[in-house]
């Protein structure tokens, strides 16, 4: 079985500060695929970044950035410059070798003016 | 966000009512998803299809039916609900079910249900 977690609930940030969102999870398989989602109020989920295991290479959009620990199966989320547009829930989000995602309980990202 | 469409967007009914959730895809995807967003709990995968078929059922109560006539469409029949049924309702759609390294899933903006 694979399970996400999200140990933080809530999070808040000063507009142009950096933030980070913990992800931790578990799996069996070898080759799996990590996603972190976003989803502002009332509006839809949106894919923000990717991670394939089989890369060494961490993720980067622009200035979200990912810290991926193979070993220590976790993914943590980095978002620079924080704008006021990335409030929003944040999940993290778990694939196998099927098209079934496993995801996190999610994180409340309050960024303040 | 017109890839993952969805309506309505808020619907309240009563636990005798029947409604239907609508959500459409203008992504050319083969496969399309129900998911459940309850308050502070993971999402829950529902129902999948690809290419039309339903593909997995994931213990839901039969109370909630779903319906997909093209690739394109899928709709979720609700009836005789009850208020824990309550939830942010989630439509995805992807390229096709073989497997992540194919693309991701997109959502649509969900519909909000309240039963009361």
């Known amino acids: 079985a694979q399970t996400v977690t999200q140990s933080q609930p809530e999070m808040s940030v000063q507009e142009a500060e950096t933030v980070t969102l913990s992800c931790t999870y578990d799996?069996?398989?070898?080759?799996?695929?990590l996603f972190w989602y976003k989803q502002p109020p009332s509006r839809q989920m949106i894919l923000v970044i990717r991670?394939?295991?089989?890369?060494?290479q961490n993720a980067t959009e622009n200035r979200f950035s990912v810290n991926f620990q193979k070993a220590a199966k976790s993914f943590s989320l980095k978002i620079s410059d924080s704008q006021l547009g990335d409030t929003a829930m944040y999940f993290c989000?778990?694939?196998?070798?099927?098209?079934?995602?496993?995801f996190g309980k999610g994180t409340l990202l309050t960024v303040n003016p | 966000e017109t890839g993952v469409t969805q309506t309505p967007r808020h619907l309240v009914m009563g636990m005798t009512n029947k409604k239907s959730l609508k959500c459409e895809q203008h992504l050319g995807h083969n496969a399309m998803y129900w998911y459940k967003q309850s308050a502070k709990k993971p999402l829950e995968l529902m129902f999948v299809?690809?290419?039309?078929?339903?593909?997995e059922n994931n213990s839901v109560p039969s109370r909630f039916s779903p319906e997909c006539p093209n690739s394109s469409h899928l709709f979720l029949h609700l009836h005789t609900l009850q208020p824990e049924d309550s939830a942010l309702y989630l439509c995805?759609?992807?390229?096709?079910?073989?497997?992540?390294?194919?693309?991701?899933?997109?959502f649509g903006p969900g519909t909000r249900l309240t039963v009361t």
């Open positions: 995805a759609s992807s390229q096709d079910i073989r497997g992540l390294e194919f693309g991701e899933q997109y």
């Open positions: 991670q394939e295991a089989y890369k060494q």
């Open positions: 799996t069996s398989e070898n080759n799996y695929y």
């Open positions: 299809y690809n290419f039309k078929e339903q593909t």
């Open positions: 989000a778990l694939g196998g070798s099927n098209y079934k995602l496993t």
